[in-house]
């Protein structure tokens, strides 16, 4: 009886480390009691949404993690059945072009595709989770830039944009694009020169980051309509120059 409960542990640990993220309590006691009260088929059912031999899940966190992995990943069948992810991270996979195709089916909250080598988005790549998605994290890549096609009025629920360290020079194909949810707009450490008009639609940012570029003038009224914005940065810019007007009542 030892032997086979023995056995039976070590099974169940061996598929937990594959599949699970386990987080180890403070004493061994714990943790054996823990793992004594999980059975084999909720150990492998724990992950069975996008499981992969490589990508790592937490069903605690619901967070699927595929950065710095190969890509042609094999998934479950049920990958894209009845499943939201909190997270799904493909970061750091070398991905030069993305289109829904990459996505896998998958839907989530927030999507991380920073430090990749993505110079060029598809169009409609992310209109299957338009109405869901929350945060788009493109960082690190090589964008040049913006096309309205992917970045369009289908993300109504997108709160967080992060673009910053790519190639962004403008965004003249921009106007007309409706997002209405979106509040924090990272723009940092890119290529532009004149500021972007078309900021002016997305009349829910609070936070806005242009540092680290090339400007070198902002138009008198280039914030105006943007009545909750309440954090901006033009830091380390090029000859950036900050003109104002005094006007004078005449009596």
């Given at each position: 009886m030892?032997?086979?409960?023995?056995?039976?542990?070590?099974?169940?640990?061996?598929?937990?480390?594959?599949?699970?993220?386990?987080?180890?309590?403070?004493?061994?006691?714990?943790?054996?009691?823990?793992?004594?009260?999980?059975?084999s088929?909720?150990?492998?059912?724990?992950?069975?949404?996008?499981?992969?031999?490589?990508?790592?899940c937490?069903?605690?966190?619901?967070?699927?993690?595929?950065?710095?992995?190969l890509?042609?990943?094999?998934?479950?069948?049920?990958?894209?059945?009845m499943?939201?992810?909190?997270?799904?991270?493909?970061?750091?996979?070398?991905?030069?072009?993305?289109?829904?195709?990459?996505?896998?089916?998958l839907?989530?909250?927030?999507?991380?595709?920073?430090?990749?080598?993505?110079?060029?988005?598809y169009?409609?790549?992310?209109?299957?989770?338009?109405?869901?998605?929350?945060?788009?994290?493109?960082?690190?890549?090589?964008l040049s830039?913006?096309?309205?096609?992917?970045?369009?009025?289908?993300?109504?629920?997108?709160?967080?944009l992060?673009?910053?360290?790519?190639?962004?020079?403008?965004?003249?194909?921009?106007?007309?694009?409706y997002?209405?949810?979106?509040?924090?707009?990272?723009?940092?450490?890119?290529?532009?020169?004149?500021?972007?008009?078309?900021?002016?639609?997305w009349?829910?940012?609070?936070?806005?980051?242009?540092?680290?570029?090339?400007?070198?003038?902002?138009?008198?009224?280039?914030?105006?309509?943007?009545?909750?914005?309440?954090?901006?940065?033009?830091?380390?810019?090029?000859?950036?120059?900050?003109?104002?007007?005094?006007?004078?009542?005449?009596?």
């Amino acid at each position: 009886m030892f032997r086979t409960n023995f056995v039976f542990l070590l099974i169940l640990i061996s598929i937990s480390s594959i599949f699970t993220e386990v987080k180890l309590n403070s004493t061994m006691t714990t943790t054996t009691t823990t793992l004594s009260m999980l059975t084999s088929q909720e150990i492998l059912s724990s992950c069975t949404y996008c499981q992969t031999m490589a990508c790592r899940c937490s069903l605690q966190e619901n967070i699927l993690n595929c950065s710095s992995y190969l890509l042609n990943l094999i998934f479950s069948s049920n990958c894209a059945e009845m499943k939201i992810w909190e997270i799904v991270d493909f970061s750091s996979r070398n991905i030069e072009s993305l289109d829904s195709t990459k996505l896998l089916s998958l839907r989530m909250f927030r999507l991380l595709l920073k430090s990749n080598l993505i110079s060029n988005i598809y169009d409609n790549t992310f209109d299957s989770i338009g109405n869901i998605l929350i945060e788009l994290d493109l960082q690190m890549n090589l964008l040049s830039n913006i096309s309205s096609n992917w970045l369009n009025s289908k993300l109504i629920k997108l709160k967080i944009l992060n673009l910053a360290f790519n190639q962004l020079e403008s965004f003249i194909y921009l106007n007309n694009i409706y997002l209405p949810s979106l509040q924090q707009l990272n723009l940092s450490w890119n290529q532009i020169e004149i500021f972007p008009n078309q900021i002016q639609q997305w009349t829910s940012l609070i936070k806005l980051d242009l540092s680290f570029n090339k400007l070198s003038s902002i138009p008198r009224f280039a914030l105006i309509g943007l009545q909750n914005l309440t954090w901006l940065s033009l830091a380390s810019n090029r000859h950036l120059t900050c003109k104002y007007n005094i006007y004078k009542q005449i009596n």
